[in-house]
Nanobody, 119 residues
Framework: QVQLVEFGGGLVQVGGSLRLSCAASGIILGIGRMAWYRQAPGAQRELVAT??????TEYADSVKGRFTISRDNAKTVYLQMNSLKPEDTAVYYC??????????????WGQGTQVTVSS
């Protein structure tokens, strides 16, 4: 069974940094696009950053220049968050297109990790 598990959330002061990790587990034949989303209280889930299997990245305007998405050659995607602002406070979710052991590509979500930026 394929799973995505996030690590690295927590409480940080304004201007601080956090690094989120998301590891995929299970029988995985391949991983395509990986992404980070976030959802603040009372708001809709929004796309933060994406990275393709070839390493092409895209960012929401609100995080450009502050956040960096990356992935390793295995099954992990990262989100380096610098110069954090109170408005970055949200639950952050990992998302990925994964080819499972049946050769089928499906979209998967992690359980989310809380990031709180205090002023």
């Amino acid at each position: 069974q394929v799973q995505l598990v996030e690590f690295g959330g927590g409480l940080v002061q304004v201007g601080g940094s956090l690094r989120l990790s998301c590891a995929a587990s299970g029988i995985i034949l391949g991983i395509g696009r990986m992404a980070w989303y976030r959802q603040a209280p009372g708001a809709q889930r929004e796309l933060v950053a994406t990275i393709t299997s070839g390493g092409t990245t895209e960012y929401a305007d609100s995080v450009k220049g502050r956040f960096t998405i990356s992935r390793d050659n295995a099954k992990t995607v990262y989100l380096q968050m610098n110069s954090l602002k109170p408005e970055d406070t949200a639950v952050y979710y990992c998302n990925a297109n994964i080819i499972n052991n049946r050769g089928l590509m499906s979209n998967y979500w992690g359980q989310g990790t809380q990031v709180t930026v205090s002023s």
